[in-house]
């Protein structure tokens, strides 16, 4: 099954936009490999806009030959021989979201050149697209076929930004994850012609995904976007904003618990000791990837404080207490919020910390938006 987990790798937008280029697509597997992120779970690298240098007469893409000299089959080799996966970036409309040639009406032909080079990942954006429901079917359903046909395994990523619920026809249109809001940004609250992390009492990556959990599982995913985790800097930043290491832990953790698309944004290559220490969460990871594929949600809410769980296989919990305070709270999650008995064990998989047992709640003192994530196992 194509995405039975939800998939994890690197896509280039976020840091690099309109510059990237073959040498920092190698530059990058070459980080995964050395930098333990192959080792953590990561494998997709996935080349965004600004690859394409234009359409021939034989109607092909072919990419922009300053920036990709030896062109995308000695690319995706390169990647593939580092036991990672290529991704390719493209647009249904009649142009890319960056102004390149995009695929409508070329479905069959680009489908087939990206099999040829060696995709194993497309996203497939919505810029310049009739902005119907019925033509976003449409038009996904029709790359997916195209997709099928060519033979070869490619994840389909649907970028549709959440605009006419992809969640209800997604999986449908052949999609294996599709975007369920706008593009994030590198803040923990809304700056101007990005969306935060999290904003004010309400939020764009994590709150709206709430009651779409029915929508998801092995094979088909909410989409919330990519990591905004260690970005500080890159192209989709505004000045003045950027997360705080606190926030970026939060972030990372919601992710996990969301069964989210893993889907590194930042400078790879010159990653810091705590964004690494961050993205290798091997048991945050593990949250992630559990084989059952169910997506958490919220229980409650007491002021700022929340209670999130999911469900995991072998009749384990995934717990997350957060505050969304500007201040320091102490959190609670009642094992009746959580519809939960019994006793369990607490692993704090944030601090990978043993907390004992207990059979009625689990507690924390939260940093302003700080947030605490438990792995409850039956005693």
Not at 106 to 127: M, Q, V
Not at 340 to 362: A, F, K, M, N
Request: proline share 4%; net charge negative.
């Amino acid at each position: 099954m194509r995405a039975a987990t939800p998939p994890m790798g690197w896509n280039s937008w976020n840091m690099f936009g309109a510059t990237v280029n073959a040498e920092v697509i190698k530059q990058t597997a070459d980080a995964f490999v050395a930098g333990g992120l192959k080792d953590a779970g990561y494998r997709y690298i996935v080349v965004d806009d600004f690859w394409q240098g234009g359409r021939g007469e034989d109607g092909k893409l072919f990419p922009d030959p300053q920036r990709f000299p030896e062109g995308m089959k000695a690319l995706a080799d390169y990647i593939h021989a580092r036991g990672l996966l290529f991704g390719l970036y493209s647009d249904a409309g009649p142009q890319t979201c960056g102004g390149r040639p995009a695929s409508q009406d070329f479905e069959e032909t680009d489908a087939r050149t990206f099999a040829e080079w060696g995709a194993d990942y497309l996203k497939y954006d919505w810029c310049y697209a009739e902005d119907t429901r019925a033509n976003a079917e449409h038009r996904y359903g029709k790359m997916s076929a195209a997709l099928r046909a060519t033979g070869r395994e490619i994840v389909f990523s649907i970028c549709e930004w959440g605009q006419h619920s992809p969640w209800l026809w997604g999986a449908k249109a052949g999609g294996n994850l599709w975007r369920t809001t706008g593009d994030i940004g590198d803040s923990w609250r809304d700056v101007p012609v990005s969306w935060g992390v999290l904003y004010g009492i309400e939020s764009i990556g994590f709150e709206q995904q709430r009651g779409l959990e029915a929508h998801a599982g092995p094979g088909g995913w909410n989409d919330p976007d990519m990591l905004a985790v260690g970005l500080n800097g890159g192209s989709q930043t505004i000045a003045g904003a950027g997360c705080t290491p606190i926030e970026y832990r939060t972030h990372f953790a919601l992710w996990c618990l969301l069964a989210a698309p893993l889907m590194i944004g930042c400078d790879v290559r010159r990653l810091d000791s705590g964004t690494r220490e961050i993205l290798t969460n091997l048991e945050l990871i593990a949250l992630d990837q559990d084989p059952l594929g169910r997506q958490g949600y919220r229980v409650s809410r007491n002021g700022f404080c929340e209670l999130w769980k999911k469900p995991l296989a072998g009749g384990e919990w995934g717990v997350a207490l957060l505050n969304r305070d500007n201040k320091r709270q102490t959190a609670r999650g009642h094992w009746s919020d959580l519809e939960i008995t019994s006793r369990y064990r607490i692993r704090d998989v944030g601090l990978l910390q043993d907390r004992g047992e207990s059979s009625s709640e689990v507690t924390a003192d939260l940093d302003p938006h700080g947030c605490a994530v438990y792995r409850l196992t039956p005693a």
